[in-house]
T-cell receptor
C-alpha cells in the first residue's frame, strides 16, 4: 500500500523552533494532515493543507508542502513544554481514508 | 459543541470473548471512521460509515464489524477476541459529503488477556 514516513524522534529546546518532516508516496493525496497525540489521549487535529497549496500558517504552526518531492513539514515556532507529544503526519487517500505515519516523538527540554 | 465521545474508555476481556465499542460523533457529523492503534502496527484504518452505510473497509478479518445508527452513533464489534486485538481503538467523525476534517475521540483501550 501507499506509505507515509516520518522520523521517529526530535529533541528541541524550549523557545526554539521545531521542524517535523514527513514524506508520502500517494500521488493522488488531496489533503495532508498533522495530528498531535499526548499520553493517554486521542488524536488532536492541528492543521491540514490542501494538495494544491504550498504553505499554510496558523499561529505558531507553519505547514510546508513540496508536492513534487511529496514532502510535508510542520514547523512549530517558540516551542513550549506543552508541545511535547507524538506528532502524526497523514494523507487522505483516494478511498477517503487517512493513512498515517508512525509518528514523531517530540521532546521539549527546558 | 461537544467533541467525539467513546465508551467505554477502558475494557479488559478474555480471549474468545466478544466486545462492542461505541462512538458518538460531533453533533451534525454524519461520517464515522474507526482506527486501531498498536505499538507495532501504528494507526490502521478499520472502516468508515456514512449515513448508516459502510463506505470503506480496511484490511482486517471479518471478526471486526461495525454499524451506524440513524443518529450517526456508531458501534464496532470484535468477536472471538485474540491477544493481538489489544489496542487503542479510536473513532473519528467528520461532516462527510466532501468535508475532510476528521476529529478523533479519546479512544477505548482494550486489553485482551
Amino acid at each position: 500500500g501507499e506509505d507515509v514516513e516520518q522520523s521517529l524522534f526530535l529533541s528541541v529546546r524550549e523557545g526554539d523552533s521545531s521542524v517535523i518532516n514527513c514524506t508520502y508516496t500517494d500521488s493522488s493525496s488531496t489533503y495532508l494532515y498533522w495530528y498531535k497525540q499526548e499520553p493517554g489521549a486521542g488524536l488532536q487535529l492541528l492543521t491540514y493543507i490542501f494538495s494544491n497549496m504550498d504553505m499554510k500558517q496558523d499561529q505558531r504552526l507553519t505547514v510546508l508542502l513540496n508536492k513534487k518531492d511529496k514532502h510535508l513539514s510542520l514547523r512549530i515556532a517558540d516551542t513550549q513544554t506543552g508541545d511535547s507529544a507524538i506528532y502524526f503526519c497523514a494523507d487522505l487517500d483516494s478511498w477517503g481514508k487517512l493513512q498515517f505515519g508512525a509518528g514523531t516523538q517530540v521532546v521539549v527540554t527546558p | 459543541k461537544a467533541g467525539v465521545t467513546q465508551t467505554p474508555r477502558y475494557l479488559i476481556k478474555t480471549r474468545g470473548q466478544q466486545v462492542t465499542l461505541s462512538c458518538s460523533p460531533i453533533s451534525g457529523h454524519r461520517s464515522v471512521s474507526w482506527y486501531q492503534q498498536t505499538p507495532g502496527q501504528g494507526l490502521q484504518f478499520l472502516f468508515e460509515y456514512f449515513s448508516e452505510t459502510q463506505r470503506n473497509k480496511g484490511n482486517f478479518p471479518g471478526r471486526f464489524s461495525g454499524r451506524q445508527f440513524s443518529n450517526s452513533r456508531s458501534e464496532m464489534n470484535v468477536s472471538t477476541l485474540e491477544l493481538g486485538d489489544s489496542a487503542l481503538y479510536l473513532c473519528a467523525s467528520s461532516l462527510g459529503g466532501g468535508h475532510y476534517e476528521q476529529y478523533f475521540g479519546p479512544g477505548t483501550r482494550l486489553t485482551v488477556t
